[in-house]
């Protein structure tokens, strides 16, 4: 007859099979969670349309960038997903990125950020964001400003321009597309270094502050180098400098500003989605995005354009918003912005 004590052990025992069972099958539904895409693994990101905001005018040189990306990231994004790009102007390109500001962190909302609306923009107050409110993805452009004059300008080179707005303070007037926007900062912040007074008038946009060079209603202009290099091929405008911080071949005759000791600024145009967004869908936006500036389609559009890929990665796009957000905040206070 078996003992109680017996009886006692052997229920032990089973209870004990039981439960370690139990433990090894919740441990392997749990790795076969994780291997479809549970928390803390990767998921199967995207599984529809990504919404990539333009927070400018269509036909401008954010938009047209921005559509040739989408049109060739669209081959390096999982499960054959697409990107919608979707114009958003208005406030020198802050709304788009205000929207985005309120969208949800799970990657199916980007924006396109540019130094204006990103890093310059928040200095004055009126953005419901900071310079630091968004994630950056990736750096995709970096084009030079440019300091254009009619083909019959008295200055030839830039050391004679130099020699005559010294001379001459108030006297040369130049056009950009906008009060207090990178063009204008650009110009101002090189002029601060001797102490230049120049006569800014501003426009609402690159091609009217063109038309009123090519008029006669200022005497220079200063825009990114794609939309002054049509006027330069046709030989009615000259690039007196590039006043911005990297030589382009498009323009790779033109005086370079910082080779005789001055700061410039580039326009540069990045990619940026809401702050929180996982980190696997940050890795898989970043590397399409990559991915498609390398692609000889991306970077035969961009030549026909007259701009280059300037990829810079997360980390480094991180920095230059932050650096330039206090360069410019502070060429802002100078010049009473």
Same mark, same amino acid.
């Given at each position: 007859?078996?003992?109680?004590?017996?009886?006692?052990?052997?229920?032990?025992?089973?209870?004990?099979?039981?439960?370690?069972?139990?433990?090894?099958?919740?441990?392997?539904?749990?790795?076969?969670?994780?291997?479809?895409?549970?928390?803390?693994?990767?998921?199967?990101?995207?599984?529809?349309?990504?919404?990539?905001?333009?927070?400018?005018?269509?036909?401008?040189?954010?938009?047209?960038?921005?559509?040739?990306?989408?049109?060739?990231?669209?081959?390096?994004?999982?499960?054959?997903?697409?990107?919608?790009?979707?114009?958003?102007? !208005?406030?020198?390109?802050?709304? !788009?990125?205000?929207?985005?500001?309120?969208?949800?962190?799970?990657?199916? *909302?980007?924006?396109?950020?540019?130094?204006?609306?990103?890093?310059?923009?928040?200095?004055?107050?009126?953005?419901?964001?900071?310079?630091?409110?968004?994630?950056?993805?990736?750096?995709?452009?970096?084009?030079?400003?440019?300091?254009?004059?009619?083909?019959?300008?008295? =200055?030839?080179?830039?050391?004679? =321009?130099?020699?005559?707005?010294?001379?001459?303070?108030?006297?040369?007037?130049?056009? &950009?597309?906008?009060?207090?926007?990178?063009?204008?900062?650009?110009?101002?912040?090189?002029?601060?270094?001797?102490?230049? *007074?120049?006569?800014?008038?501003?426009?609402?946009?690159?091609?009217?502050?063109?038309?009123?060079?090519?008029?006669?209603?200022?005497?220079?202009?200063?825009?990114?180098?794609?939309?002054?290099?049509?006027?330069?091929?046709?030989?009615?405008?000259?690039?007196?400098?590039?006043?911005?911080?990297?030589?382009?071949?498009?323009? *790779?005759?033109?005086?370079?500003?910082?080779?005789?000791?001055?700061?410039?600024?580039?326009? =540069?145009?990045?990619?940026?989605?809401? *702050?929180?967004?996982?980190?696997?869908?940050? &890795? &898989?936006?970043?590397?399409?995005?990559?991915?498609?500036?390398?692609?000889?389609? &991306?970077?035969?559009?961009?030549?026909?354009?007259?701009?280059?890929?300037?990829?810079?990665?997360?980390?480094?796009?991180?920095?230059?918003?932050?650096?330039?957000?206090?360069?410019?905040?502070?060429?802002?206070?100078?010049?009473?912005?």
């Amino acid at each position: 007859m078996i003992s109680k004590k017996l009886i006692a052990i052997f229920c032990t025992i089973l209870l004990a099979g039981s439960i370690l069972a139990g433990c090894a099958s919740s441990e392997s539904k749990t790795s076969g969670s994780a291997a479809k895409g549970g928390s803390g693994s990767e998921s199967d990101y995207p599984t529809k349309p990504i919404e990539l905001v333009i927070p400018y005018a269509a036909g401008g040189g954010t938009d047209v960038t921005a559509r040739i990306l989408a049109k060739t990231v669209s081959k390096y994004l999982p499960n054959k997903q697409t990107i919608v790009p979707v114009n958003k102007p !208005g406030a020198s390109g802050t709304l !788009g990125l205000a929207e985005l500001y309120e969208a949800k962190p799970d990657g199916y *909302k980007i924006s396109m950020a540019t130094i204006g609306n990103i890093a310059i923009q928040p200095n004055y107050g009126n953005t419901p964001y900071s310079y630091d409110s968004f994630e950056p993805l990736l750096i995709a452009t970096s084009v030079p400003h440019v300091l254009l004059v009619k083909k019959d300008a008295p =200055w030839k080179t830039v050391d004679e =321009w130099f020699e005559y707005v010294k001379k001459n303070p108030n006297s040369f007037s130049y056009s &950009t597309p906008g009060k207090g926007n990178t063009q204008h900062l650009n110009l101002e912040g090189i002029a601060l270094k001797d102490g230049l *007074k120049l006569k800014h008038v501003p426009f609402d946009g690159a091609a009217p502050a063109i038309t009123a060079l090519l008029g006669g209603h200022v005497e220079g202009a200063v825009v990114q180098v794609h939309e002054a290099k049509p006027h330069v091929d046709s030989g009615t405008l000259r690039i007196l400098a590039n006043t911005g911080t990297t030589k382009s071949e498009s323009i *790779k005759d033109a005086e370079f500003l910082e080779d005789k000791g001055y700061s410039g600024l580039n326009a =540069w145009t990045g990619i940026v989605a809401p *702050k929180g967004i996982p980190e696997d869908v940050k &890795t &898989t936006l970043h590397d399409a995005f990559k991915k498609a500036l390398e692609d000889p389609e &991306t970077i035969e559009q961009f030549k026909k354009i007259g701009i280059e890929p300037a990829y810079s990665n997360p980390e480094d796009f991180k920095k230059t918003i932050e650096d330039t957000n206090k360069t410019t905040g502070d060429i802002a206070k100078k010049v009473g912005l």
